[in-house]
């Protein structure tokens, strides 16, 4: 190969093509030739890092390890510079994976409340500081339906797959670093931000997630006014769904 990147990236595309439901030979001999040397896979085989059958190509167990950790830095890169930074993520993410160390990549997992998804609706695996840290982040990082009313707490990002979902809430303002505060769960959420009142279905408001202090977070964790319960975290995040008015 032509060096630690090249092998790193086939064996990201390779976790891919598996994360569809593509590895046989015949998928991945157009990967080869359009993007790979023909002896790339070979040198795979060889370090014991894929396995190569008639029919079939796949990951060892040692290189679905390094592809998987390849694959979370470079989607953490994308919330990253998508949610945070607010940029385009598709040119700068792509060097993530091969600049950033684990503890590094950890760090910006629990700054972003251990994102499930990356900016395409790819899963991103999940880290240690995850499964360790994942309560005390919780508490900091809370979906907006979540707060009290009179509540305010800082957009830590917002998290959607539609595009005209997440430019109709930047066009609101609603953004990373900006402030809100709820006035208003029922009916439907009213918000204020930048001087502006606004009203959010259910399903918007749970897209918006929030940094909230401890004290808010213990106040959080007092039934709602209606006798809704607390937050339940184990409900993925991936699978809110989006208002109404966004749906196509």
């Not at 630690?4 to 990236?9: C, I, V």
């Not at 009213?190 to 918007?204: N, Q, R, T």
Request: hydrophobic share 35%; glycine share 8%.
């Amino acid at each position: 190969m032509n060096g630690a990147n090249d092998r790193d990236e086939m064996l990201e595309r390779l976790w891919q093509l598996r994360e569809r439901g593509c590895s046989t030979v015949t998928a991945l001999r157009g990967e080869l030739e359009e993007r790979f040397r023909a002896e790339d896979l070979k040198d795979l085989v060889r370090d014991g890092l894929a396995a190569l059958s008639e029919e079939e190509v796949s990951l060892t167990e040692a290189g679905s390890a390094h592809a998987e950790r390849l694959i979370r830095a470079q989607r953490i890169g994308e919330r990253l510079i998508h949610d945070v930074l607010g940029r385009e993520f598709e040119s700068g993410a792509c060097e993530f994976e091969h600049i950033l160390n684990t503890e590094i990549v950890e760090g910006i997992c629990t700054l972003l409340g251990h994102p499930r998804e990356c900016p395409h609706g790819f899963p991103i695996p999940e880290g240690e500081c995850c499964r360790v840290s994942a309560r005390y982040v919780q508490k900091l990082i809370v979906p907006l339906s979540e707060l009290k009313i009179g509540q305010s707490a800082r957009v830590a990002y917002v998290y959607t797959k539609s595009d005209q979902q997440l430019h109709r809430l930047t066009s609101l303002q609603i953004r990373p670093g900006r402030v809100v505060k709820l006035h208003q769960e029922y009916p439907s959420y009213v918000i204020e931000c930048e001087g502006a009142s606004i009203a959010l279905d259910d399903e918007v408001a749970r897209s918006i997630n929030v940094w909230v202090d401890g004290e808010a977070a213990a106040a959080r964790d007092t039934p709602h006014a209606d006798g809704r319960a607390g937050p339940n975290f184990t409900r993925p995040f991936w699978r809110w769904r989006l208002g109404p008015r966004d749906r196509r």
